[in-house]
């Protein structure tokens, strides 16, 4: 069963004009629509997710050179 990308509900297809419909908010896509709508979204939560990694590994690279003695740091 396909999920809605605007509300999550569940799509039907109907075969009388060939479109995926959402049975909660009546959003009416093709199948390679549907496909193109889903596959934006993830590229674009991808994009947030290596926004997250690059604010781990900051935060890592902060803890490593806090944990440092004042020598080291002067070096590093």
């Not at 060939?18 to 994009?47: A, F, K, P, Q």
Request: aromatic content about 10%; proline content about 3%.
């Amino acid at each position: 069963m396909a999920r809605c990308p605007e509300c999550a509900g569940n799509m039907k297809f109907n075969p009388d004009n060939r479109h995926m419909v959402c049975s909660s908010c009546g959003l009416s896509l093709t199948r390679s629509e549907l496909d193109r709508y889903w596959y934006r979204i993830r590229n674009e939560r991808g994009s947030d997710a290596d926004e997250v990694q690059k604010a781990k590994n900051r935060r890592k690279d902060w803890l490593d050179w806090y944990s440092k003695s004042k020598d080291e740091k002067k070096n590093y």
